[in-house]
Nanobody, 124 residues
């Protein structure tokens, strides 16, 4: 089992920055990719960013490229999502997720473990 706990969400104005953290515990050796997803009310869960646990390869959704950065600190078993130039359309619950397999980085259904989510609200 893998446990994931997100933190760092909040209410900010457009143009501001936030950094989300995801603390990972349990069978971390079984993780291949870590991902961040988000879900706004009435919308499907959307891929935001992903990073391979061992190699650090990164992947981004089109709507956040150039504004968000995913990183990981394996010594601290923590994955981060640095969000800059936030927009009102970034408002959502942000989820951290872990995938045990190679492949399917962009698809929520491929992930095996999920955190409880943290709310990010961006006001205009």
């Amino acid at each position: 089992q893998v446990q994931l706990v997100e933190s760092g969400g909040g209410l900010v104005q457009a143009g501001a920055s936030l950094r989300l953290s995801c603390a990972v515990s349990g069978r971390t050796f079984s993780i291949y990719t870590m991902g961040w997803f988000r879900q706004a009310p009435g919308k499907e869960r959307e891929f935001v960013a992903g990073i391979t646990w061992s190699g650090g390869s990164t992947y981004y959704g089109d709507s956040v490229k150039g504004r968000f950065t995913i990183s990981r600190d394996n010594a601290k078993n923590t994955v981060y999502l640095q969000m800059n130039s936030l927009k009102p359309e970034d408002t959502a619950v942000y989820y951290c997720a872990a995938n045990r397999d190679d492949g399917g980085t962009y698809y929520a259904r491929k992930y095996d473990y999920w955190g409880q989510g943290t709310q990010v609200t961006v006001s205009s």
